[in-house]
């Protein structure tokens, strides 16, 4: 069957005139390269379209792998939060406590926290931000509902608006679970300075008899992304922090710093375990010369891994790995990282920063 139709096929061909057949040759080219084209266009389509998938995995990966690490960012910091509440205390243990946090936050450096909320130090050499002479005995309240309230007044007899707000503001971020019910400042109007009664509660509530660690893999407190560090855990020297609220997608959520002089600084403070390696994973945009280093909270001792900052103003990921030195305390306070710039006309923005513990 296939001979006769190959020899209808050339007696066919034989019978058209020359003319015929170089059109017809040439309508076969075309329609072999047309078919090849559309082949190719297939598969072409086909790659792309595994390569888009292949990145879609990617994107998949890195979003898990992220997410993986805000689980352990969540469980650290309600463990940081959870260690402050307890159904076994006493109002005495109560009062201790509270009074503890309220002269902790009163000083100009606040002395950090270990892992069960208990401050490293109850003093700094620092000296006060606030002068609170005496804290009266307050008065707890059992709602019956899984949770407890202690209210307390503070009296301030002497203070300026600035330090006074700056104080605010530690309490109501305070890891306590404290809130402010009422604030009565007095002032003559020929003073700077007035008196000022804070009425506080604090809320305990009736957590778990067992107590919570902290997961491994995190730091104190674990910290991811700028949505976890508000813009009063940063501190900046030699110009003024600002808060981007990242309104449209060209300017995402962040802090900027403009520097005012020479050698001005932006940096987070943190607590780490001695004797502990982390990993540091910061994203910012810099113009104009400045480095990234880890050091202790005088400035006077760098950890090794500093590297120079890329000045162009564009946005960087930065990956610093530090260890922390033994200094015969179970943890150390450090600036993590700290931004220094070389010059008054540089500009820092951060837009994310993670800290994670390695595994020994």
Do not use: C
């Not at 066919?12 to 040759?25: D, F, N, V």
């Not at 047309?34 to 790659?47: D, N, P, Q, S, W």
């Amino acid at each position: 069957m296939l001979t006769n139709f190959l020899q209808k096929i050339a007696n066919t061909w034989g019978k058209i005139s020359p003319r015929e057949q170089r059109l017809a040759a040439a309508v076969a080219v075309l329609a072999v390269l047309l078919t090849l084209i559309m082949l190719a266009r297939g598969a072409y389509e086909h790659i792309a379209e595994l390569d888009n998938r292949v990145l879609q995995l990617q994107d998949n990966i890195l979003t898990y792998h992220r997410q993986i690490a805000l689980k352990k960012s969540v469980d650290a910091q309600f463990a940081r939060v959870a260690a402050q509440h307890s159904s076994r205390w006493t109002e005495a243990e109560i009062h201790d406590r509270l009074r503890a946090e309220i002269y902790r936050l009163a000083q100009v450096e606040p002395p950090p926290l270990d892992e069960t909320g208990t401050p490293v130090k109850t003093t700094s050499e620092s000296g006060n931000l606030v002068d609170i002479p005496t804290l009266q005995t307050g008065t707890l309240n059992d709602s019956g509902e899984g949770y407890r309230e202690y209210k307390i007044s503070v009296n301030i007899p002497d203070v300026s608006l600035e330090p006074l707000l700056k104080f605010l503001e530690r309490l109501q971020a305070s890891p306590q679970s404290l809130r402010l019910d009422l604030v009565d400042i007095t002032r003559d109007h020929l003073l700077t300075k007035g008196a000022v009664k804070i009425e506080l509660t604090r809320t305990i509530v009736d957590g778990s008899e067992e107590p919570l660690e902290i997961p491994q893999g995190s730091t104190l407190p674990p910290r991811i992304d700028l949505e976890e560090i508000p813009l009063r855990e940063w501190r900046a020297e030699g110009g003024e922090i600002e808060e981007l609220p990242g309104d449209s997608p060209d300017q995402p959520r962040g802090i900027t710093l403009a520097a005012e002089q020479p050698g001005a600084l932006l940096y987070f403070k943190d607590i780490f375990s001695s004797e502990s390696a982390y990993d540091l994973f910061l994203e910012a945009s810099i113009s104009g010369k400045a480095s990234i280093a880890i050091e202790n909270l005088n400035g006077q001792t760098k950890l090794p891994g500093a590297e120079p900052a890329r000045g162009d103003g564009k946005p960087y990921k930065y990956h610093i790995e530090f260890s922390v030195p033994d200094t015969g305390t179970s943890t150390v306070a450090l600036r993590t990282p700290v931004i220094t710039t070389e010059a008054p006309d540089t500009h820092i923005t951060v837009y994310s920063l993670l800290l994670k513990k390695r595994s020994q």
